[in-house]
């Protein structure tokens, strides 16, 4: 009969340091100015009419158990459509002419997102 045996020695003291400061980390404080910098990125990159659109962009951050997320938001709404969505993917008029979108969120918002992961990447390295 054939058998594994196997034998540990040492500490995990550093496994346990990082497990609880994991436990103190503040995701949100740590993305909360990547937020406020999403808003300034959409908000120059809106295409400008009467600048309203540009001006309307803010935050929330949803945090539930597991998650936490982010949503920017635009509150300029006309006729009850969203400008920035009508910017960014096109729209009918009411002549019946179409507006071509133009792809300015993505663009804008990319770069966040890349920052975002630096900044939680170096944060969970450093705890």
């Known amino acids: ?11 995990f003291s550093a496994t346990e340091q990082f ?3 994991m436990q103190k980390f503040d ?3 740590a993305i909360e100015s990547k937020a406020e910098t999403g808003v300034a990125a959409l908000a120059s990159a809106t295409p400008m009419d009467t600048g309203l659109a540009a001006h309307s962009w803010g935050y929330e ?10 949503w920017w938001t ?14 960014q993917y096109g729209h009918g008029t009411g002549t019946g002419g179409y507006v071509q979108g133009r792809d300015f969120i993505n663009p804008a918002i990319r770069p966040i997102f890349d920052q975002i992961l630096l900044e939680v990447e170096r944060l969970v390295r450093n705890a």
């Open 74 to 87: 635009n509150n300029d709404i006309e006729n009850g459509y969203p400008v920035a969505v009508m910017a």
């Open 61 to 70: 951050i949803v945090e539930t158990k597991t998650s936490v997320t982010i």
């Open 27 to 29: 995701i949100r404080r």
């Open 19 to 21: 497990l609880k400061s």
């Open 1 to 11: 009969m054939s058998g594994v045996s196997f034998s540990v020695s040492g500490s």
